[in-house]
């Protein structure tokens, strides 16, 4: 039985800053920023958006009425939780009307979380191949104003529907994966704004992927020739570069630059959008399936990695129409509909926290899920009708 993403959606803030604007102000060198960091504009949250939001707008585009009632379990895949106690999920299954009968829960382990959920949806259907599994990752990467990781933020949302006969990407049912006790990123329960040892970081994830492709090509007797595309956890762009490049002189130079001009397509849309933490990984397949020029039936090695630090390969085989499923024009028009703000707006809108007693007011709702208002401590959510 073949079981897959059948389904995918994408949201993305609909403000933005301009990454040369943003270096200018810092007084660096934008070159710094464009080629060095390879990030060219950063999506920007409204006060009244969080990963709750997000999700909801991104799970609301692959449910619909002919799977609402197949879908039998929920999982939200972020660092960016807004309870340390209730899961984003629960909210889903409200606003989005999901049966009740659902497991729905969240799952946190860095930028890894979405593929725990992808895996433990792949389980949850092959046990079940009459119900349909919901996997969102939804997150908004912070690091502060005027800091290392200030170019590296970012915010949005990835959601699959997992099923039996997919249409979009078959999974091979194919994994290696791994775990160290790594300091090179946190976030403490007290702060907005992560921690991180960012050359380091960079290290481990590099180490990771070496490790772990050493360890696939052993357990399952391929090599580089049996992928036609790898897909990479890109935090931002030239960080997956740093990966893929540990095979430059290593494999043939024409498959080299094959994997480089895919890499090249995978991280059009992250570079106009900045760090999904855990949806990094899936807004690359989409900009790959978008902007790659696709063959039918491609197989494809993908790298998730999340600090702390969790990492895995899995392959998977992109199916031959998945265009009939994936909304292209939608996704390209929310990305080209955004509006630039200046990074003084940015900087208002950064330095806001909404607290308890706050209402929202519809006329700055531009959505159709938000934040309506805290009360009593409690996050209330409502959908615009």
């Given at each position: 039985m073949d079981i897959g993403i059948d389904r995918l959606g994408f949201y993305v803030p609909q403000k933005y800053i301009d990454l040369v604007e943003l270096a200018n102000e810092r007084d660096v060198d934008?070159?710094?920023?464009?080629?060095?960091?390879?990030?060219?504009?950063?999506?920007?949250?409204?006060?009244?958006?969080?990963?709750?939001?997000?999700?909801?707008?991104?799970?609301?585009?692959?449910?619909?009425?002919?799977?609402?009632?197949?879908?039998?379990?929920?999982?939200?895949?972020?660092?960016?939780?807004?309870?340390?106690?209730?899961?984003?999920?629960?909210?889903?299954?409200?606003?989005?009307d999901l049966p009740e009968d659902v497991r729905a829960f969240e799952i946190k382990e860095a930028c890894y979380g979405a593929t725990a959920g992808l895996q433990m949806a792949y389980n949850f259907v092959a046990m079940n191949p009459d119900k349909k599994a919901l996997v969102v990752a939804s997150d908004i990467a912070r690091y502060g104003i005027?800091?290392?990781?200030?170019?590296?933020?970012?915010?949005?949302?990835?959601?699959?529907?997992?099923?039996?006969?997919?249409?979009?990407?078959?999974?091979d049912n194919k994994s290696v994966y791994m775990t160290r006790n790594v300091g090179d990123f946190w976030r403490p329960v007290f702060s907005k704004t992560a921690f991180a040892r960012g050359k380091y970081s960079n290290e481990v994830y590099v180490d990771f992927f070496k490790t772990l492709w050493e360890k696939f090509q052993t357990k399952y007797d391929m090599t580089v020739q049996d992928f036609d595309t790898m897909l990479f956890h890109i935090p931002y762009t030239k960080m997956g570069l740093k990966a893929l490049r540990t095979l430059d002189g290593n494999i043939?130079?024409?498959?080299?630059?094959?994997?480089?001009?895919?890499?090249?397509?995978?991280?059009?849309?992250?570079?106009?959008?900045?760090n999904l933490y855990t949806g990094s990984l899936y807004l690359g397949l989409i900009s790959y399936l978008i902007n790659g020029d696709v063959k039918p039936?491609?197989?494809?090695m993908l790298f998730s990695y999340g600090s702390g630090a969790v990492g895995e390969i899995y392959?998977?085989?992109?199916?031959?129409?998945?265009?009939?499923?994936?909304?292209?024009?939608?996704?390209?028009?929310?990305?080209?509909?955004?509006?630039?703000?200046?990074?003084?707006?940015?900087?208002?809108?950064?330095?806001?926290?909404?607290?308890?007693?706050?209402?929202?007011?519809?006329?700055?709702?531009?959505?159709?899920?938000?934040?309506?208002?805290?009360?009593?401590?409690?996050?209330?959510?409502?959908k615009l009708e």
């Open positions: 934008p070159n710094k920023f464009t080629i060095g960091i390879g990030q060219s504009k950063q999506a920007v949250p409204d006060l009244y958006q969080d990963a709750v939001t997000m999700a909801l707008e991104s799970a609301d585009q692959v449910v619909n009425e002919d799977n609402r009632e197949d879908i039998g379990l929920v999982i939200v895949g972020t660092e960016s939780s807004v309870d340390e106690s209730k899961a984003s999920a629960t909210y889903l299954v409200d606003l989005l005027n800091t290392p990781g200030e170019v590296t933020q970012g915010a949005g949302s990835v959601a699959m529907l997992i099923s039996k006969d997919p249409h979009i990407l078959k999974l043939p130079d024409a498959k080299y630059k094959e994997l480089e001009e895919h890499y090249q397509s995978s991280i059009e849309i992250s570079r106009n959008v900045g039936n491609e197989h494809l392959s998977a085989e992109i199916k031959s129409d998945y265009k009939k499923y994936l909304d292209i024009e939608y996704i390209k028009k929310e990305l080209n509909d955004r509006k630039k703000i200046s990074i003084s707006d940015y900087e208002d809108i950064f330095e806001k926290e909404v607290e308890n007693g706050d209402v929202t007011a519809i006329s700055d709702v531009h959505d159709k899920f938000y934040l309506s208002e805290i009360k009593e401590n409690e996050r209330l959510y409502k």
